[in-house]
């Protein structure tokens, strides 16, 4: 069982709001092109995976209105919601940025992963109606996805039969940006802009002793601090002795090793069991990878570095007490930080 998503359920109660998606005004196609065929669309989202086949993987999001997708859930204006991933034998790009090659993408229902194809069945591909505040899901059955560059970007014309849909067919594009940035999702959100980051906690918002979650041989003590401005830390300790009720005193090294009198950091995989250190404020979110933390008997203090490079330094100064989460089949489940660490291949029904 996984902990307590207290990303969700803590700090971003309190903190500003971070934007998980970013909708993208699309173009008029350029003159002397052929005309795009169906609904015009904006970008909501887009992910790119390497698969070990040496192909690439890219699954794009798009929207007849402007979309929101909270804890996994679609919510929107009323409109049509489109998802597809294809398979690409390249992925020319710089700087970590991403475009699959162009070319005229079938649809495959076997999901051969092999170059120049969509991936079929409804986790990968289809699309999505809201109507009234409900949600209607429907699958492609056959079809294609074209990819052109042009001079405004690219553009992306869908074309498939589709199941469950008024008239059977389903057309829409896209054109402008359709980079994606290859890094592991499970820092999609922190901030790219380098800077430090400073809180000054006085407020000890949770803590929660989770027994050998990590199996270390010692307590993994979860401590959530809060400043005045509701800005705040989750501090994921692994400590030496079970059955504590105080973090002990001591300084700890930020890292992924999961050792005893260490502080997890951020990574993919711990990430994906739950876990991990990072400070919310009202820029978001910033994952840590590495520094210390030293724990008096009056608080803490934490110096470290943030996945894309910020400086990280949170003082606290109040009770450092946790309380059992009890047994583990009484443990709220936890979902994975935001964006859950890569997989082969990413669920994608909302």
């Known amino acids: 069982m996984k902990k307590k998503n207290f990303f969700r359920t803590g700090l971003l109660l309190m903190a500003t709001t971070v934007l998980l998606f970013t909708s993208c005004k699309t173009k008029e196609p350029e003159q002397g092109t052929t005309t795009p065929k169906g609904a015009k669309t904006l970008l ?29 859930y679609l919510t929107g204006e009323d409109g049509n919601y489109y998802y597809v991933t ?15 090659a162009e070319g005229i993408y079938k649809y495959d ?24 505040e409900a949600v209607s899901y ?33 057309q829409f594009y896209y054109e402008g940006d359709i980079k994606v940035e290859d890094i592991p999702a499970v820092y999609a959100e922190e901030p790219r802009t380098v800077s430090s980051v400073s809180l000054s906690c006085t407020t000890l918002y949770d803590g929660t002793n989770w027994g050998d ?32 009720t105080t973090v002990p005193t001591g300084t700890y090294p930020i890292n992924s090793t999961l050792a005893r009198n260490t502080v997890a950091a951020t990574t993919p995989e711990i990430g994906e069991m739950g876990g991990g250190t990072y400070v919310v404020n009202g820029n978001g979110p910033y994952f840590l990878v590495s520094g210390s933390v030293t724990v008096t008997t009056t608080g803490f203090t934490l110096t470290g570095m943030s996945y894309f490079g910020s400086t990280i330094n949170v003082s606290y ?11 583990p089949a009484q443990k709220p489940a936890k979902q994975v930080a935001p964006k859950s660490a890569q997989k082969p291949v990413r669920q994608l029904k909302f």
């Open 44 to 72: 909501i989202d887009a992910f790119y995976y390497a698969l070990t086949n040496n192909n690439h993987q890219f699954t794009y999001e798009f929207s007849t209105e402007p979309a929101v997708v909270e804890d996994g």
């Open 86 to 100: 294809l398979i690409s034998a390249t992925a020319t790009g710089s700087d970590n940025m991403y475009v699959p």
């Open 317 to 327: 100064s109040g009770s450092l007490a946790v309380t059992s989460a009890g047994a």
């Open 213 to 244: 979650y990590y199996s270390s041989g010692g307590d993994n003590l979860a401590l959530i601090v809060t400043d005045p401005s509701s800005n705040g830390a989750l501090v994921d300790f692994i400590c030496t002795g079970t059955g504590l």
């Open 109 to 132: 229902a076997t999901q051969s992963l092999d170059a120049l194809t969509v991936l079929g069945g409804e986790n990968y591909t289809g699309m999505a109606v809201i109507k009234n």
């Open 138 to 170: 429907f699958t492609h059955q056959s079809g294609t996805l074209t990819v052109t560059k042009t001079s405004k970007g690219y553009l992306l014309q869908g074309d498939f039969v589709t199941a469950g849909v008024e008239g059977g067919t389903t």
